[in-house]
Each structure stands twice: as structure tokens, then as C-alpha cells.
């Protein structure tokens, strides 16, 4: 079997797919982007394409190998999300070539059904507990929402109160039997989570994410040691090195995406990096249908697994294209009590919907993430 044809699809709201064909007729799918870049990464499939065509689709561990390291420069996010999105696709045609799930290939599941969780929105605290409310009746168990929106180097009073009573609400709703995880997105400097942590710690959020930028990773073991409340990290990092700062620095939750970290194959082994520190996976994945079964692939064959984002009906997306729109089926990603049982099927376990994919691509998309400025017009963290 050979690799003869790679397509690539920029679809709403601003994803991008990569499907790779082969001389057998079977038919690989992958989610190769970087949210805002995602033509950036279209030109790295293609140029890494040049290598793949012609060659072996099941030498998956060889190509990933050649693709990440047979450049002389290397890694970051463009590269190693185009290498994530054609590993997918790789792993994707091996379960079907050896008509297993990919899990199946990993050394089989270590669990039946993978939690998840929601994003709320919502910048008022009234809006947050009616968000949370929704997800509480449609059964979740975990929801998660930003701390703040941009934030002040030194925190003020009034940013510091802000953050607490949109934790609270969310709290006051969730009760102590569901989950709250809180994201910082970057937006904070070690000084301000430090003032912020111990407020928002009494109300027990299952992590604080981001709370540093990915380029302060040398002051995690700081904030590590100053906050109460477990920490997360990762969704801006692209391979097992990087995350071996944050893990020494005592990081509780890694979050590496399956799309930006190196693919299925990188992510397991940032999994298997993790276990001797006793930190637990928990992917990002504020992406399409693709990336999520990859993840969810990952969830169910790494012991080290805490919960899994998913991106159904969230606020990015504004009631634009939605994740369910690409898939045949939407029953792999139905929720039961907040969790997604496991999948049955070879590869990823999904039926991308072809047609829909390339009717969406005409229309295609040139998301960009928003620029903020601070009240003096000065650059802001998104
Ligand atoms: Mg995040």
C-alpha cells in the first residue's frame, strides 16, 4: 500500500483537515492547524507532502521520525502541527488496514468512557451561572471558563473581585459534586496569579490553566509552589521536550493538543513522559471533529488521563459551522452523563462527511484571533 494523494480543506468556523489517500482505496483523515495560521500550516502539509507520496502509509513511527527531524529547522507550531494532522491520517488508515480502533493498536483501552467537559462563556457572573446551569442540565460534569478577559500586569482590587465572583457563580450552580476548571489563557503575569490564586483556591477548581505564558514556563515551579489549586499547562507546546520544564516544575495537568503536539504519536509518549511525575493528561482540543477523536483515541489507552475538551457548541464558533457538521454519524460524540463511550470502530472511530467537508472548504475562512489593546492602547494578552 502507498500514499498517492494528500488534499488539504480550510472549513469553517477555522479549522483546517488534511485527507490522505492511498493506492488501496483507504482513505486517512487528520486535523493538521494552528487556530489563526491555519494557511501557514496548509503550506507545511504540502511542502511535508512531497515526502509522503509514494511511501508505506502503516511505516508510521518512521515517517513521523523523518517528518519531525528530516528538516534541519524544526519544530514549532506550524511544523509540528502539520506533522500532527498527517500522523492522525496516518493512524487513522492503519486502524482501518488492520481493521482495529487506534486505541486497539495502542495496547488497547484502559477505560470505557472518557470524561469531558464544557466551555461557559460569558464575561458577567449572572451570565456565567446561567451557561454553567445549561451544561448542568444537559448532564456535564465539568464545565471550564476563562478567568478573566485582559488582565493587568499587577492585578487590580477590582480585576482580583472580578475573577472571584465569576468562580463563585460558577461554583454556587456546580455545587461540590461537578467540576470547575479555570483558564487564564496567558493573561497573567506570576506576580498576578499569585495574587489571584489563593482567592479563588477556597472554591476548589479542578486546575487553574495557563496561568503563565508558555515563554515564562522557568517561573512554573513559582506559581507551583504559591498556589493551593492543582496547575495546568500545555496547549502552546509541540513536543515532549517542552513539557519537560513545566513537569519539573511540578505541573499537575498536562494539556497537549493533538494537533499542535507531534499527533497521536508524540501525544502518547508526552502521556507515558508524564507518569513518573504523577502528572495526568487532559488534551486541548477547541477543534473539529478530527482532532477530537484523536484525542479521545489517547484517552482511552493512557492510564495517566484526567478529562478531555471538546468544542461542541462553543463560544469561538458563534452559531457558524459547528463540529457535528463534518461527521456522517454524530453518535461517537454523544454525551452520557458527561462522559463519551468508547469507540468501536477501525481508525478514529469516525465517518468524516466528505461532501460536506468539501462543500465548506469553498466557502473557507480567515479566522484570526482578536488583538486586544489595555485602556493606554498598549498590547494585551488574548
Ligand atoms: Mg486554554
Redesign the pocket.
Known amino acids: 500500500m502507498k500514499i498517492s494523494r494528500i488534499e488539504t480543506f480550510l472549513v469553517p468556523p477555522r479549522w483546517l483537515f488534511c485527507r490522505v489517500e492511498t493506492d488501496e482505496g483507504l482513505i486517512g483523515w487528520g486535523e493538521p492547524v494552528v487556530e489563526g495560521r491555519a494557511e501557514v500550516v496548509r503550506s507545511a502539509v504540502e511542502v511535508l507532502s512531497e515526502y509522503l507520496i509514494g511511501e508505506d502509509p502503516l511505516r508510521i513511527e518512521q515517517h513521523w521520525q523523518v517528518l519531525t527531524k528530516g528538516g534541519f529547522y524544526r519544530g514549532g507550531p506550524v511544523l509540528s502541527s502539520a506533522v500532527a494532522g498527517l500522523d492522525q491520517a496516518l493512524w487513522d488508515i492503519a486502524g482501518q488496514a488492520y481493521g482495529a480502533p487506534v486505541h486497539a493498536l495502542l495496547g488497547g483501552p484502559v477505560r470505557d468512557r472518557v470524561r469531558v467537559y464544557s466551555w461557559v462563556g460569558g464575561d458577567d457572573p449572572n451570565e456565567i451561572a446561567e451557561a454553567v446551569a445549561a451544561q448542568v442540565e444537559a448532564g456535564m460534569t465539568a464545565v ?1 471558563m476563562n478567568a478573566s478577559g485582559q488582565l493587568s500586569a499587577i492585578p487590580t482590587a477590582a480585576e482580583v473581585a472580578n475573577v472571584v465572583r465569576r468562580v463563585a457563580a460558577a461554583r454556587e450552580v456546580l455545587g461540590d459534586g461537578r467540576d470547575v476548571a479555570i ?1 487564564f ?1 496567558g493573561r497573567a503575569t506570576a506576580a498576578g496569579v499569585r495574587r489571584i490564586l489563593p482567592e479563588i483556591a477556597p472554591f476548589h477548581p479542578l486546575f487553574v ?2 496561568p503563565l505564558l508558555p515563554e515564562q514556563a522557568h517561573l512554573l515551579h513559582d506559581v507551583v509552589t504559591a498556589s493551593p489549586v492543582p496547575v495546568a499547562t500545555g ?1 502552546r507546546l509541540f513536543g515532549r521536550a517542552e513539557f519537560l520544564t513545566p513537569l519539573q516544575a511540578g505541573v499537575a495537568v498536562l ?1 497537549p493538543d493533538l494537533s499542535h503536539a507531534g499527533g497521536i504519536s508524540e501525544v502518547r509518549r508526552i502521556g507515558a513522559m508524564a507518569e513518573p511525575y504523577g502528572a495526568v493528561l487532559a488534551p ?1 482540543c ?1 477543534l473539529g471533529p478530527i482532532a477530537l477523536a484523536a484525542s479521545l483515541q489517547i484517552a482511552f489507552s493512557t492510564p495517566n488521563f484526567l478529562i478531555q475538551e471538546q468544542s461542541i457548541g462553543m463560544h469561538y464558533h458563534d452559531g457558524g459551522a459547528e463540529l457535528l457538521d463534518y461527521v456522517v454519524d454524530p453518535e461517537p460524540f454523544r454525551f452520557v452523563n458527561g462522559h463519551i463511550r468508547r469507540p468501536e470502530a477501525p481508525g478514529l472511530g469516525i465517518t468524516v462527511d466528505e461532501a460536506a467537508v468539501r462543500a465548506a472548504a469553498r466557502e473557507g475562512h480567515a479566522w484570526r484571533n482578536p488583538v486586544w489593546r489595555h485602556d493606554d492602547g498598549s498590547f494585551a494578552e488574548w
Do not use: A, G
Open positions: 471550564k483558564d489563557h490553566e495557563e496547549e494539556q486541548h477547541p
